[in-house]
């Protein structure tokens, strides 16, 4: 009797079904780097609708051949409430790594693949299925939060060039001081339950020593713990974080790139090595930024700004180099002295103006009430607390 199925017929039939199955891809390389675009989160389930953002999400090698690591930072939404204030359900850092990739006519698909990753201290299903075609990525994640239920989230963009590529953004438009309000999540430090410390205060985007980037900083940044009794006051000093990538969208949207940076400061008289995770947009004259500080022992504090672009004169820096003002405070009065005649303007940390006066070399009062203002003398700009 005849042997129906050999070898030799088994290996053909797999050499004729290659020609009709996807193949893994050889590479994934040309699909890997960061992509910018638009986020929808369907919180259907928690009667809250479709919640739209701006992101940048991170196709990575993978230790797994043929396979890809995708990554997304300090990932949050927030939640409608009836009747309520919304409120921020921040989520940190999802890394889906070993996502197979199977290369078809031109496109890289994503294969659905399910993952248990730890977040707010709970193991979190994540099914997570895409395609890339040319530079753009769409991506589907669902996250099943437990009693909460399962958030599908769309993501789709376009790749960001390389900074040796031949586009580089000019982040020039977007550089100065930004004066609005932080909020300070100290959930973590309060046991899970929310506790948000809101204040003004400003930023500033200042030049990097990379063309398409920007250096944030944060001038003595301070906040009050609550506690029994009197608060205490945490001081972080100045925050500055540099070479932060900035991408500009079809929409006039300038992305600041999620980016990890290690920093010291003196915190209670302690010098630490303090890992901030910083991103965020800018939209016309309008900053939302998100930067999350990690305090050994304390733990975790993100803190979110929202403000617009303050406007001053300009800023001739060879006269400020030879001439920067000296504005110091003492019992509520706000002292300035400058070698050039001019104008002082006082600041609020939303940009109204709120008094003027003539600068000279003599040593120049403006009494203030409680609080933190801006002072620009002749384009030099400072931040000042009155006490």
């Known amino acids: 009797m005849k042997k129906l199925f050999t070898k030799k017929l088994f290996l053909s039939i797999l050499v004729c079904l290659g020609f ?27 009667s809250g609708g479709i919640v739209e ?59 659905e693949t399910v993952q248990t990753v730890k977040l707010l201290g709970m193991n979190i299903s994540i099914t997570i299925s895409g395609e890339v075609k040319g530079e753009k990525a769409d991506i589907v994640f669902t996250i099943k939060v437990p009693f909460v239920g399962n958030v599908p989230v769309e993501f789709s963009g376009e790749i960001i060039p390389d900074k040796e590529g031949p586009s580089l953004t000019d982040v020039t438009p977007i550089l100065g001081n930004y004066g609005g309000d932080l909020k300070v999540d100290l959930a973590e430090l309060n046991g899970g339950e929310t506790l948000i410390v809101e204040q003004p205060d400003t930023v500033s985007l200042e030049a990097s020593v990379l063309g398409d980037a920007i250096k944030f900083a944060i001038r003595d940044f301070k906040f009050m713990l609550p506690q029994e009794g009197d608060p205490v006051e945490l001081s972080l000093g100045d925050i500055i974080l540099d070479e932060i990538p900035v991408t500009l969208q079809s929409n006039g949207i300038y992305v600041l790139q999620a980016t990890a940076q290690k920093v010291v400061l003196n915190i209670m008289g302690v010098d630490m090595n303090i890992g901030i995770t910083i991103k965020g ?11 999350t500080i990690e305090i050994p022992v304390l733990g975790s504090i993100p803190v979110f700004f929202k403000g617009t672009k303050i406007e001053t004169s300009g800023i001739n820096d060879e006269a400020l180099a030879e001439h920067t003002p000296v ?11 400058s070698e050039n005649n001019g104008q002082a303007v006082v600041y609020t940390l939303s940009g109204q103006v709120y ?28 931040k000042v607390f009155v006490k």
């Not at 891809?25 to 638009?38: C, F, H, K, Q, W």
């Not at 990554?71 to 409608?80: H, Q």
């Not at 405070?329 to 002295?337: C, E, F, L, N, S």
């Open 20 to 46: 009709f199955l996807p193949s893994m891809a050889e590479t994934v390389d040309p699909i890997l780097g960061n992509y910018s675009g638009s986020l929808k989160a369907d919180l259907s389930g928690m």
């Open 53 to 111: 953002s701006t992101d940048t999400i991170s196709l990575e090698s993978s230790d797994l051949a043929g396979a890809v690591k995708f990554v997304i930072r300090d990932f949050k939404f927030t939640m409608p409430q009836e009747g309520k204030e919304p409120t921020e359900f921040v989520l940190g850092d999802i890394v889906l790594d070993e996502i197979p990739v199977v290369l078809k006519d031109g496109v890289y698909s994503l294969k």
């Open 281 to 291: 947009f800018v939209e016309g004259n309008t900053a939302d930024i998100l930067f």
């Open 327 to 337: 504005i110091w405070t003492d019992k509520g009065v706000v002292y300035i002295q």
């Open 355 to 382: 008094k003027q006066v003539s600068t000279s070399a003599d040593v120049v009062s403006v009494n203030l009430p409680k609080g933190v203002y801006l002072v620009s003398v002749n384009g030099y700009t400072q």
